[in-house]
């Protein structure tokens, strides 16, 4: 199989479009390898470390096998690469739907697309695009200058990228892409890293999907000083707490734009489903967020989804429970194609 992989790695075939250029998923190497361990991280820990040969070939094999392949468009003058079923440019007419899906912080964007389309049924895959963007980081460039990429974890909250030249906010190239897909269904999803980025983005982003899929991340925004289950004095002892990525204060550029409460007006509009794992509950997972900001909101990822789900009325009134709906998937821990396989996830994915 990797002598396969090898062989696939080596070969590059143009598209006609000077704008998208395909490849395949083994050529890159975007996984930290203690970051894989169970899923796609969504831990914050910095690491140069790359994926073994056998994660790479399994999630070249898992975009093969639903006709993913890793492409390439440009953005702010640099490359950015997405996996996907088909172009972001250009998408065919029969396509009806578009699902962009991030991937965790072991950046393996083929195998999960492939991980969305597992729940297709061949209907739904002809008349859906979907697309998997590829936040690189440092490590993963071959070439600085003319390449995107973000630090190890700024990706994930919309940080700006930090390759020379004009830089963007990685929430901003999603919106580009949405964009550039026109006026077709759009359903925004991530697992692990990417449910934190998804969360973000709904209530940064002025673009406008249909819904929004967030599942088994390590933590939310939230949107007042609350921490609804901790005890007052565990949360005394993290200053920085309500800092963003957890909370209002020191907002980045891009979540700036909109300021603490169109931040939360916002949210409060989208239609947002939430995915959690039951047996998702491990407090020692090493992709987990162990942060104090993280700590705060609850012990392992099921308890914090579940602690966010109950806090939401307090800002929101329950009429929220209008516009959000929240799963629980039983049986299944921290892994992508067991969530976005599950009957809940088929009907928010593609439904």
């Given amino acids: 199989?990797?002598?396969?992989?090898?062989?696939?790695?080596?070969?590059?075939v143009l598209a006609p479009r000077a704008t998208t250029r395909y490849a395949v998923e083994a050529s890159a190497s975007p996984a930290p390898a203690e970051l894989a361990t169970d899923g796609t991280g969504d831990g914050?820990?910095?690491?140069?470390?790359?994926?073994?040969?056998?994660?790479?070939?399994?999630?070249?094999?898992?975009?093969?096998?639903?006709?993913?392949?890793?492409?390439?468009?440009?953005?702010?003058?640099?490359?950015?690469?997405?996996?996907?079923?088909?172009?972001?440019?250009?998408p065919p007419a029969e396509v009806r739907r578009v699902v962009f899906v991030v991937h965790g912080n072991d950046r393996r964007p083929c195998g999960m697309a492939g991980a969305v389309l597992a729940g297709a049924t061949d209907a739904q895959r002809e008349q859906t695009l979907v697309v998997a963007p590829r936040f690189a980081s440092a490590?993963?460039?071959?070439?600085?200058?003319?390449?995107?990429?973000?630090?190890?974890?700024?990706?994930?909250?919309g940080d700006p990228s930090v390759n020379p030249g004009a830089q963007i906010s990685s929430y901003a190239v999603l919106d580009e892409l949405i964009r550039r897909v026109g006026h077709r269904s759009v359903v925004v999803a991530g697992f692990s890293g990417g449910g934190q980025f998804v969360n973000r983005f709904a209530a940064g982003s002025a673009s406008q999907p249909d819904r929004f899929v967030i599942a088994n991340p390590s933590s939310y925004l939230y949107f007042t000083p609350?921490?609804?289950?901790?005890?007052?004095?565990?949360?005394?002892?993290?200053?920085?707490?309500?800092?963003?990525?957890?909370?209002?204060?020191?907002?980045?550029?891009?979540?700036?734009?909109?300021?603490?409460?169109?931040?939360?007006?916002?949210?409060?509009?989208?239609?947002?489903?939430?995915?959690?794992?039951d047996r998702d509950r491990d407090p020692r997972s090493s992709s987990m967020d162990k942060s104090c900001g993280a700590n705060v909101e609850g012990p392992n990822r099921l308890e914090r989804g579940q602690r966010y789900w109950a806090y939401l009325p307090s800002v929101?009134?329950?009429?929220?429970?209008?516009?959000?709906?929240?799963?629980?998937?039983?049986?299944?821990?921290?892994?992508?194609?067991?969530?976005?396989?599950?009957a809940p996830a088929r009907q928010a994915l593609l439904g």
């Fill in 226 to 277: 609350a921490r609804p289950g901790t005890p007052p004095e565990e949360v005394a002892r993290c200053p920085g707490y309500n800092d963003y990525r957890y909370g209002l204060n020191q907002l980045n550029p891009y979540m700036a734009a909109s300021g603490p409460k169109g931040l939360t007006e916002r949210y409060g509009k989208r239609k947002v489903v939430y995915l959690l794992g």
């Fill in 1 to 12: 199989m990797l002598a396969a992989v090898a062989l696939l790695a080596a070969t590059v």
């Fill in 316 to 342: 929101y009134g329950p009429e929220i429970r209008t516009r959000q709906q929240l799963h629980l998937v039983p049986g299944v821990a921290h892994d992508a194609v067991g969530m976005f396989t599950a």
């Fill in 139 to 157: 490590e993963d460039t071959k070439d600085r200058a003319k390449e995107l990429y973000w630090t190890f974890s700024g990706w994930s909250q």
């Fill in 44 to 90: 914050l820990p910095h690491s140069t470390a790359h994926p073994s040969s056998a994660a790479a070939a399994d999630d070249l094999t898992r975009g093969l096998s639903r006709n993913v392949v890793l492409r390439s468009t440009m953005i702010a003058e640099k490359d950015f690469s997405y996996c996907s079923n088909g172009p972001v440019d250009d």
